[in-house]
């Protein structure tokens, strides 16, 4: 009954910018593990900026000083901020939630809750 529904994906020249919205209703999320993955056609889907059950926030090496994540508890809703966007970035943006356990926030297994991704696309 935990729904994820992510926004704000898009079609960006390299350069620009995006924020990434994910909604969470049937639970609170506070004290979820919460993160932002993506996949690329051919390559597995892997973590780009997620926060533990405390907050601290761990990024990809590759997005580190691009991205920011963030998230509002009042309004349910985990956020990607994202610059200087490069083609390599482009890939389909999931929003992910576990509400138990986070041992190792950036392993996709750790996740029970997905959203239907949002689709982002840089051009060179």
């Known amino acids: 009954h935990v729904r994820l529904l992510e926004s704000g994906g898009g079609s960006v020249q390299s350069g620009g910018r995006l924020r990434l919205s994910c909604v969470v209703s049937?639970?609170?999320?506070?004290?979820?593990?919460m993160g932002w993955f993506r996949q690329a056609p051919g390559k597995e889907r892997e973590g780009v900026a997620v926060?533990?059950?405390?907050?601290?926030?761990t990024y990809a090496n590759s997005v580190k000083g691009r991205f920011t994540i963030s998230k509002d508890n009042d309004k349910n809703t985990l956020y990607l901020e994202m610059n200087s966007l490069v083609p390599e970035d482009t890939a389909m943006y999931y929003c992910?939630?576990?509400?138990?356990?986070?041992?190792?926030?950036?392993?996709?297994?750790?996740?029970?809750?997905w959203g239907q991704g949002t689709q982002v696309t840089v051009s060179s």
């Open positions: 992910a939630a576990e509400p138990i356990r986070c041992d190792d926030p950036m392993d996709r297994a750790e996740y029970n809750h």
């Open positions: 049937g639970y609170t999320i506070l004290g979820y593990c």
């Open positions: 926060l533990n059950t405390d907050d601290r926030p």
